[in-house]
């Protein structure tokens, strides 16, 4: 009796990851979601089969898979997320859930887990490794122990462990970081890195506690220097942060091998999503730099596979392999005309086919904006001074760069009460415990937001996610503080008397609602706050950066002003 097949796709031009070459006139089988034959020319006959798929005229390739992305950082829930990013592509994504960690802890991860299972998108989820960020420089929602990470590591569906974000205490050997480098290593699981800027004797020590990749490299230099050491390089480019123009014409120029380099996102909202796509735009982009577009294809396929250990499994299109496959228009905008996972055609045309159920959240997930009532003189940022001027140090910002730099101000004392310098773009900061009713309040001042009048807060602040707070005038500060906290978390703007929110109640960093209404809302409020005189693109993600207090130069956490390279808490004042 012939062979029945679920489907079959008939005529594609393949494009083959495994020989860097695009082959014609190629037909493949599938049955029970894995390609079962590969046909070339006339080899191929008549197949009995359940659903053919013309491809004439058409590429077929590996689904897209994202080596490094924050799914938090869409502002979408995992559901939400894979409504928008299935269609663009985007088969699989490997995900370090740190930020869901840092306020719900091992709650936050297996709803992670379970809120995968039942989507058309792989999920591997990585053990979050800094949970907290840092010791003693800020207050989390939670803390994840060595012996949590080893449970996590010995679960199926966790690929390995997430970025190891405090180099430093890698490079000193501190035996709590190593033993969950060890605990990874021991289990043959890969271990995600976090370097930024590391070269040299200090790179060598990081790699060398057995951390294996990177996606903070900002120059071909230093991309390259990492990938001769035998790092994975993973070339970010997402909504903030985007790398590729600084890297990857530096290594096409130097001639070389791209095997061990991925294309990844790290952080793409949802706005960014929804009006450019995800590895779409991502392999766009390379190709218009310059990359050959099967070498494209394989950055965000077989070496994304090859990396994770999964290439037996994924990444490329042959026969034993899961059918995640990707139908193309074409090789230059990557126009996506089907995607099938697990031999099932999931989306089409953009529009998504496969029904995504809806999950239940529980409480502890959606209220937890846990912080005492914030009144303007508890953002006040005092000095005992009989002077009427003087020096502090701000966070200098820039749209566009994690790092921040230290800028000298010199600023107003109204009765020991340091003032706003509107005109001078120096205005107060303020990052608010929202965990445990500490009552913790870090002040500090920020240039480079360009705010002319009224108050923008936010519950997104890497990694601890508390609430980060700025504006013109402490009054209006506070204000977007207590409307912060009616809507359980999200982002706020005040000003001219009037008040724009977006909910985030998931964890206070994502939305349950459709991703179309919340990017509508995300839009709303960014036109609001260029009506307050800030031209940046996205200032909140801008702020939401602030309290990251392990990428240098200076930040600020509920703790108080923090001195990246000094590991410590210091005072605003010069």
């Not at 005992?384 to 010199?410: D, M, W």
Request: proline share 4%.
């Amino acid at each position: 009796m012939k062979e029945i097949f679920d489907l079959v796709i008939e005529n594609a031009s393949l494009v083959n990851v495994l020989t860097s070459e695009i082959q014609e006139n190629v037909s493949l089988a599938i049955k029970k979601g894995i390609i079962q034959h590969l046909y070339f020319g006339n080899e191929y006959g008549k197949l009995k089969t359940k659903k053919t798929i013309s491809a004439k005229s058409s590429f077929i390739a590996p689904g897209f898979m994202d080596g490094h992305i924050h799914i938090e950082s869409s502002m979408l829930s995992l559901v939400r997320f894979a409504q928008v990013a299935v269609p663009h592509g985007t088969t699989a994504v490997f995900i370090d859930p740190h930020e869901i960690a840092n306020v719900l802890g091992m709650g936050g991860i297996m709803l992670f887990i379970r809120e995968s299972h039942a989507l058309p998108l792989k999920v591997f989820v990585e053990a979050p490794s800094c949970v907290p960020a840092t010791k003693g420089l800020e207050t989390s929602g939670a803390t994840i122990s060595e012996k949590e990470i080893e449970d996590l590591l010995d679960r199926k569906e966790i690929i390995g462990l997430g970025e190891v974000m405090d180099f430093l205490s890698v490079i000193s050997r501190n035996p709590e970081i190593m033993t969950k480098i060890s605990s990874a290593l021991e289990r043959n699981k890969p271990v995600e890195g976090h370097a930024p800027g590391l070269i040299g004797e200090e790179l060598d020590k990081y790699l060398s506690a057995g951390i294996q990749s990177d996606h903070e490299s900002t120059s071909g230099k230093e991309a390259l220097e990492k990938i001769r050491k035998g790092m994975w390089l993973e070339i970010r480019e997402g909504t903030v942060m985007k790398n590729l123009q600084e890297i990857l014409p530096y290594l096409l120029k130097k001639g070389i091998s791209l095997e061990r380099c991925l294309l990844v996102s790290d952080d793409r909202d949802v706005n960014d999503l929804l009006d450019n796509g995800h590895l779409d735009y991502t392999l766009r982009k390379a190709v218009n730099e310059g990359l050959d577009p099967v070498k494209a294809i394989k950055m965000v396929t077989i070496n994304t596979a090859s990396r994770f250990h999964l290439e037996n499994k994924f990444g490329s299109v042959s026969p034993g392999k899961v059918a995640d496959l990707v139908l193309l228009n074409d090789l230059e905008n990557f126009r996506v005309l089907k995607v099938i996972v697990n031999g099932e055609v999931v989306a089409e045309n953009y529009q998504l086919r496969k029904e995504v159920k809806e999950i239940y959240y529980p409480e502890f997930a959606l209220k937890t904006i846990k912080a005492p009532e914030i009144k303007e003189q508890d953002l006040y940022l005092r000095k005992s001074s009989l002077g009427k001027r003087t020096k502090i140090v701000a966070i200098q910002v820039k749209e566009g760069e994690a790092y921040t730099r230290k800028s000298v101000q010199e600023i107003t004392l109204e009765n020991g009460v340091a003032q706003p310098s509107i005109k001078n773009d120096v205005l107060p900061i303020a990052v608010v415990e929202r965990h445990h009713y500490t009552g913790n309040i870090g002040k500090g001042f920020i240039k480079g937001l360009h705010l002319k009048e009224g108050a923008l807060a936010t519950s997104i602040g890497h990694d601890a996610h508390n609430i980060t707070v700025t504006g013109c005038s402490y009054k209006e500060m506070a204000e977007a503080v207590d409307v912060l906290k009616k809507i359980s978390g999200g982002l706020v703007a005040v000003g001219n008397g009037k008040v724009k929110s977006v909910p985030l109640p998931l964890a206070g960093l994502m939305s349950i609602k459709d991703p179309v209404e919340t990017g509508k809302k995300i839009g709303e409020i960014l036109n609001f706050v260029r009506g307050l005189g800030s031209p940046l693109k996205n200032p909140f993600t801008v702020l939401s950066f602030i309290p990251l207090s392990v990428i240098p130069e200076i930040r600020l956490t509920d703790k108080g002003l923090v001195d990246v390279a000094a590991r410590k808490i210091v005072s605003p004042f010069l």
